[in-house]
T-cell receptor, first 119, second 109 residues
Framework: ETGVTQTPRHLVMGMTNKKSLKCEQH?????MYWYKQSAKKPLELMFVYSLEERVENNSVPSRFSPECPNSSHLFLHLHTLQPEDSALYLCASSQTVQGVESEANYGYTFGSGTRLTVV | GQNIDQPTEMTATEGAIVQINCTYQ??????LFWYQQHAGEAPTFLSY??LDGLEEKGRFSSFLSRSKGYSYLLLKELQMKDSASYLC??????????WGAGTKLIIKP
């Protein structure tokens, strides 16, 4: 497989459930990201991992818990979600090079996303 | 605050030309991206501009004016497969990506 793969593609869960989203990248990138995409709204950055360490958490509620066991895998653990958390969750990866401003530094490769519905 | 503005939706005819505008107000500027996203699919990279001027890639071109905080994506010889959302994103002074809400482009025969 190539690129960025996300599973599952669709997920329906109750507010008391616990589930996990999985992301895998086969590009040898050193940074991975979770984004939330809601209809007619800009992409919202949730978490950034660089070299397997979390470098940013944009004030995301604790009911979302990321995990990055290695540079190729990223998880988003979900528990006690709210209906307003229903959205498309996108994973992305990039190859960052310190101090270099170029397409190679900021071009993101996205997965197809997980469409999450909280009922 | 930081803001990226682009039209919510546009309609164009197959074979025609369409220009999608993006204006931005950000704390600094280190480049601008355009991405294409088909419904239910991943956003895919289209272009990157960091200097003023026009960058051409086949049927797609992207223009940047840093002094005006303005960019546009120009699509020529439109095809039905160009129906998608087009996302504008700016890298600010902290090297954070600021995203627009996207422009949904509808192509009619």
């Amino acid at each position: 497989e190539t690129g960025v793969t996300q599973t599952p593609r669709h997920l329906v869960m109750g507010m008391t459930n616990k589930k996990s989203l999985k992301c895998e990248q086969h590009l040898g990138h050193n940074a991975m990201y979770w984004y939330k995409q809601s209809a007619k709204k800009p992409l919202e950055l949730m978490f950034v991992y660089s070299l397997e360490e979390r470098v940013e958490n944009n004030s995301v509620p604790s009911r979302f818990s990321p995990e990055c066991p290695n540079s190729s895998h990223l998880f988003l653990h979900l528990h006690t979600l709210q209906p307003e958390d229903s959205a498309l969750y996108l994973c992305a990866s990039s190859q960052t090079v310190q101090g270099v401003e170029s397409e190679a530094n900021y071009g993101y490769t996205f997965g197809s996303g997980t469409r999450l519905t909280v009922v | 605050g930081q803001n990226i503005d682009q039209p919510t939706e546009m309609t164009a005819t197959e074979g025609a030309i369409v220009q999608i505008n993006c204006t931005y107000q950000t704390s600094g500027f280190n480049g601008l991206f355009w991405y294409q996203q088909h419904a239910g699919e991943a956003p895919t990279f289209l272009s990157y501009n960091v200097l003023d001027g026009l960058e051409e890639k086949g049927r797609f071109s992207s223009f940047l004016s840093r002094s005006k905080g303005y960019s546009y994506l120009l699509l020529k010889e439109l095809q039905m497969k160009d129906s998608a959302s087009y996302l504008c994103a700016v890298i600010d002074s902290n090297y954070q990506l600021i995203w627009g809400a996207g422009t949904k482009l509808i192509i009619k025969p």
